[in-house]
């Protein structure tokens, strides 16, 4: 089966902003962490995705389909729970749900019904009348009973407890398991992704930095400490450098390189995500780009 | 398309009521207006249903969730448009609702009947002011165009005013005769297609023009 997510040299231009070419793809059956600072084009990605920024070059494919070309047929397969509630405040959860069921061609009434149950929420309150949580719940809810093939989430944890995170994680690792359908989650907490994710695209000043398999980048990628002394040489090895006063921290992109460069003079531990992503991203990195 | 209109008559379903009293409101004020009462009545109350709707729109991000639900940005505007009539018509209703009321309470206050030419003329006044307002709207958003609202709206009660008075002072040309005389000689039917074809000729170019701006829109 092709990917379900295809972007290739994906441009656009704002005044103050630029994504660069941005290129990445999602196989069905997988959870992709898209991850970057704020700033960095995560948005400006998933809204060019949905077509709601005209974009200026390269080319959407979602399903294998023209994202523009095919739209309705695209949107009518995909979910989406943005960072912020886009639902009308003034209507219920009842009367919200009746308007968006009449557009999908693939409502499902008792997916719906069963969502609700589960996620505890109230058919006559007003959308307005629901915590943050139960907002986000009640997108999920939509986007589960259209039996969506594709979930985009953009930032769908921030300001949530982490209770409610960890249960949409647990949703989200449900839904995954038949192999069918994609999650493409953006973040920038990444520990929502440690324990979820298993590809990660590291976005940063609207360029992509990486798109790998999760398990890949945690076995690559080093965290290496040890005196200052010892960066003499393999600096250049290094995807980015914090020295303090006692010896430096680095990140390497190649624990066996760097295990030959300073052997067992220095220590090696496996890095967080997090800690990959600010290395990446951090201005004053110390290092010479890696990429 | 049923879907866009439910969420549109439930989102100003408050401001129906609101309506409701303003007709009331115009029918207390414009007494003198006789059977001109109506399109004083209704015209404004439609035009501000219909600019209440935009603003709802805007306050719920609702672009955002239209453009990312299956839909096309056509049937989004087109939606917007039958709106438009849809509200005329509830307007309408409201100022007949409360004609028959006054009337059968049998108080001083005057009530007149609707007639052909009034609705007409109304629907044409209102279609009108929408089809400036609504090209504005779809290209710049509500915050941005509600100025342009306000601007259509006395404007559009200004120039009514004002082309009544010209025209009552200008009886006497010979122009203003044969065109008074053409609309006077032509037949009802005829006329109601003229003015119903004149304002869906309206409604039609503003649509055209609202979808060439939406289609362009970022969100």
């Given at each position: 089966?092709?990917?379900i997510l295809?972007?290739k040299?994906l441009?656009k231009?704002f005044?103050?902003?630029?994504?660069?070419?941005?290129?990445?793809?999602?196989n069905?059956?997988?959870?992709?962490?898209?991850?970057?600072p704020n700033?960095?084009?995560k948005?400006?990605?998933?809204?060019l995705i949905?077509n709601?920024?005209?974009?200026d070059?390269g080319?959407?494919k979602?399903?294998?389909?023209?994202?523009?070309?095919?739209?309705?047929?695209?949107?009518?397969?995909i979910?989406?729970?943005?960072?912020?509630n886009?639902?009308?405040e003034?209507l219920?959860?009842s009367?919200?749900?009746?308007m968006v069921?009449?557009i999908?061609?693939?409502?499902?009434e008792?997916?719906?019904?069963?969502c609700l149950k589960?996620?505890d929420?109230?058919?006559?309150?007003k959308?307005?009348e629901?915590?943050r949580?139960m907002?986000?719940?009640?997108?999920l809810?939509v986007a589960?009973?259209h039996?969506?093939?594709?979930l985009?989430m953009?930032?769908p944890?921030s300001?949530l407890?982490?209770l409610?995170?960890s249960?949409?994680l647990e949703?989200l690792a449900?839904?995954?398991?038949?192999e069918?359908?994609g999650?493409?989650f953006?973040?920038?907490v990444?520990?929502d992704?440690?324990?979820?994710a298993?590809?990660i695209?590291l976005i940063n000043d609207?360029r992509?930095?990486?798109s790998?398999?999760?398990?890949e980048?945690l076995?690559t990628h080093?965290l290496?400490?040890?005196g200052?002394e010892?960066l003499?040489?393999?600096r250049?090895?290094?995807?980015?450098?914090?020295?303090?006063?006692?010896?430096f921290?680095?990140?390497v992109?190649?624990?066996a390189?760097a295990l030959k460069i300073w052997?067992?003079?220095?220590?090696?531990e496996?890095?967080t995500l997090e800690?990959?992503?600010?290395?990446?991203?951090?201005?004053d990195?110390?290092a010479?780009?890696?990429? | 398309m049923?879907s866009?209109?439910?969420?549109?008559l439930l989102?100003?379903r408050?401001?129906?009521?609101?309506?409701l009293?303003?007709i009331?409101?115009f029918?207390f004020?414009?007494?003198?207006?006789?059977e001109?009462?109506?399109i004083?009545?209704v015209m404004?109350?439609?035009?501000?249903?219909?600019?209440t709707?935009c603003?709802?729109?805007e306050k719920n991000r609702?672009?955002i969730?239209?453009?990312?639900?299956?839909l096309?940005?056509?049937?989004?505007v087109?939606?917007?448009y039958i709106?438009l009539?849809?509200l005329?018509?509830?307007?309408?209703?409201?100022y007949?609702i409360?004609?028959?009321?006054?009337?059968?309470?049998g108080?001083?206050?005057r009530?007149?009947?609707?007639?052909i030419?009034g609705l007409?003329?109304a629907?044409l006044?209102?279609?009108?002011?929408?089809?400036?307002?609504f090209p504005?709207?779809?290209?710049?958003?509500y915050i941005?165009?509600?100025?342009?609202f306000?601007?259509v709206f006395?404007a559009?009660?200004?120039?009514?005013?004002?082309i009544?008075?010209?025209?009552a002072?200008?009886q006497?040309?010979p122009?203003?005769?044969?065109m008074?005389?053409?609309?006077?000689?032509?037949?009802q039917?005829a006329?109601i297609?003229?003015?119903?074809g004149?304002?869906?000729l309206?409604?039609l170019i503003s649509y055209?023009i609202?979808?060439?701006f939406y289609?362009?829109?970022?969100?």
């Amino acid at each position: 089966m092709g990917a379900i997510l295809e972007i290739k040299n994906l441009s656009k231009s704002f005044p103050n902003f630029r994504l660069k070419e941005v290129s990445f793809f999602l196989n069905p059956g997988y959870i992709m962490g898209f991850i970057g600072p704020n700033g960095a084009g995560k948005s400006t990605t998933i809204k060019l995705i949905m077509n709601l920024l005209r974009k200026d070059a390269g080319e959407i494919k979602v399903f294998g389909l023209d994202h523009l070309r095919h739209e309705k047929e695209i949107k009518n397969r995909i979910g989406f729970v943005y960072d912020e509630n886009c639902f009308y405040e003034e209507l219920t959860v009842s009367e919200m749900k009746n308007m968006v069921a009449g557009i999908y061609k693939t409502w499902d009434e008792g997916a719906f019904q069963r969502c609700l149950k589960k996620f505890d929420l109230p058919t006559n309150a007003k959308i307005k009348e629901l915590s943050r949580g139960m907002k986000m719940k009640f997108s999920l809810a939509v986007a589960l009973s259209h039996r969506a093939d594709l979930l985009i989430m953009d930032e769908p944890t921030s300001g949530l407890d982490p209770l409610v995170r960890s249960e949409l994680l647990e949703i989200l690792a449900e839904l995954i398991q038949d192999e069918q359908k994609g999650i493409f989650f953006s973040t920038h907490v990444t520990s929502d992704l440690d324990k979820i994710a298993d590809y990660i695209t590291l976005i940063n000043d609207g360029r992509i930095l990486f798109s790998k398999p999760k398990d890949e980048l945690l076995e690559t990628h080093a965290l290496v400490k040890g005196g200052k002394e010892l960066l003499s040489k393999g600096r250049e090895n290094c995807i980015g450098i914090r020295e303090h006063r006692y010896g430096f921290e680095a990140l390497v992109d190649n624990r066996a390189g760097a295990l030959k460069i300073w052997g067992d003079r220095v220590a090696v531990e496996r890095p967080t995500l997090e800690e990959i992503m600010l290395y990446y991203t951090r201005r004053d990195n110390g290092a010479q780009p890696a990429l | 398309m049923l879907s866009l209109l439910y969420k549109e008559l439930l989102l100003i379903r408050r401001q129906l009521l609101l309506g409701l009293a303003f007709i009331l409101l115009f029918i207390f004020a414009f007494q003198s207006l006789e059977e001109k009462m109506f399109i004083a009545a209704v015209m404004p109350v439609a035009y501000l249903l219909a600019m209440t709707s935009c603003a709802c729109e805007e306050k719920n991000r609702g672009d955002i969730l239209l453009n990312s639900l299956p839909l096309s940005r056509k049937a989004v505007v087109l939606a917007k448009y039958i709106t438009l009539v849809l509200l005329f018509l509830v307007a309408s209703l409201f100022y007949y609702i409360l004609y028959l009321a006054i009337n059968a309470a049998g108080i001083s206050l005057r009530a007149y009947p609707i007639t052909i030419e009034g609705l007409l003329i109304a629907f044409l006044a209102v279609a009108f002011m929408n089809s400036v307002y609504f090209p504005f709207y779809f290209k710049l958003g509500y915050i941005k165009s509600r100025m342009l609202f306000f601007v259509v709206f006395l404007a559009a009660f200004a120039g009514i005013a004002a082309i009544s008075n010209y025209l009552a002072a200008h009886q006497g040309e010979p122009w203003v005769r044969q065109m008074l005389n053409f609309f006077a000689a032509l037949p009802q039917p005829a006329a109601i297609v003229l003015l119903v074809g004149f304002s869906l000729l309206i409604l039609l170019i503003s649509y055209g023009i609202s979808l060439y701006f939406y289609t362009r829109r970022e969100f």
